[in-house]
């Protein structure tokens, strides 16, 4: 999680001068909108009414917190529209955004991820990006190690069941709109941020992807 999160921030960063909106979606406890917060940007946060209470309670218990460094929009991925919801809060779809979906494709059935690319790629500008992580087939399946069968257990036994993994995300990108993409492996971060390469590590099942419909 914490090579991911390094990942995420990294192109948040990194797009702060041409994007100039920021969605971190199914934001849960995320903090980026407080951490990586830039003069003349705007961070959205979607999420379920449920979490997104959750956690608005909680942060403002928080003496100095900067609620208001973020706006936020519940909606609920499997059966409502989320740039409807962002609208209303004054995200506008004419100007590029950077999608942060992190931690959350994975709980989705197949026909709630498709939905989401699809609505990200037809309905924001076309210089947006969306960036995400999912899981291979093999874990959902239940083929993958003792360690990582361990997690999928603990997840369902929390009432996230994980539901969706995909070996290879690029047919589904292209099929909702998506003419760039790029993909990277759990070793490729590691190797990345820590310098080393450990066939031992776990969560060997995860990936990245960061998608444009602009080639």
């Given amino acids: 999680m914490g090579l991911r999160t390094i990942y995420f921030d990294e192109a948040v960063e990194r797009s702060s001068r041409e994007i100039p909106q920021v969605v971190l979606l199914g934001a849960g406890l995320d903090t980026r909108a407080a951490r ?6 705007r961070f959205f946060e979607v999420d379920t009414p449920a979490s997104q209470a959750l956690k608005l309670e909680r942060l403002r218990r928080l003496e100095g ?28 779809p004419s100007v590029p955004a950077l999608v942060v979906w992190e931690g959350v494709s994975y709980y989705l059935r197949e ?5 989401t690319l699809e609505r990200a790629a037809t309905s924001l500008h076309p210089a947006s990006r969306i960036l995400f992580d999912f899981v291979g ?10 360690s990582d069968q361990d997690t999928l257990e603990l997840v369902r036994a929390l009432g996230e069941p994980m539901l969706w993994g995909t070996n290879d995300v690029l047919p589904l990108l292209y099929a909702t709109g998506f003419r760039r993409v790029r993909v990277d492996s759990f070793d490729e971060l590691a190797l990345r941020y820590t310098g080393s390469y450990d066939r031992a590590r776990r969560f060997r099942f995860q990936h990245v992807a960061k998608a444009s419909v602009l080639a």
Wanted: hydrophobic share 45%; charged share 25%.
């Fill in 36 to 41: 990586l917060a830039t003069r003349g940007r």
């Fill in 65 to 92: 917190y900067p609620v208001e460094a973020a706006r936020y929009a519940s909606c609920d991925f499997e059966s409502e529209d989320f740039v409807s919801a962002m609208v209303a809060t004054g995200f506008d």
């Fill in 137 to 146: 087939q093999k874990l959902i399946r239940g083929r993958a190690s003792t």
């Fill in 111 to 115: 026909a709630a991820v498709r939905a």
